[in-house]
């Protein structure tokens, strides 16, 4: 069984940091592309950053500078680090494991990150 689950959400005051993680389980993790997305109320599902099978990171502009997205194979597990946090990034944050074929593809079930004084 084929599970991502996300921890690491929480309220932060703007400027703070937090740090995402994803846990995988059930699936070859070398193989799979790990991508952060997030959904702002009433907005579509943004990708964040995503982290090559070797370990390249690439980043949405919004993010680049304050986020670090990681992967450790051997946990299976993959990190967004975020830094200078502001209200624009409150949303609920996704991980997905996808292969470079692009299929499967998984989601875990979200992490709610709120910025707020």
């Known amino acids: 069984q084929v599970q991502l689950v996300e921890s690491g959400g929480d309220l932060v005051q703007p400027g703070g940091s937090l740090t995402l993680s994803c846990a995988a389980s059930g699936i070859f993790f070398r193989r799979f592309v790990m991508r952060w997305y997030r959904q702002a109320p009433g907005k579509q599902r943004e990708l964040v950053a995503y982290?090559?099978?070797?370990?390249?990171?690439n980043y949405a502009d919004s993010v680049r500078g304050r986020f670090t997205i990681s992967r450790d194979n051997t946990k299976t597990m993959s990190t967004l680090q975020m830094n200078s946090l502001n209200p624009e990034d409150t949303a609920i944050y996704y991980c997905?494991?996808?292969?470079?074929?692009?299929?499967?593809?998984?989601w875990g079930q979200g992490t709610q990150v709120t910025v707020s004084s």
């Open positions: 997905n494991a996808i292969t470079v074929a692009g299929f499967p593809d998984y």
């Open positions: 982290i090559s099978t070797d370990g390249r990171p």
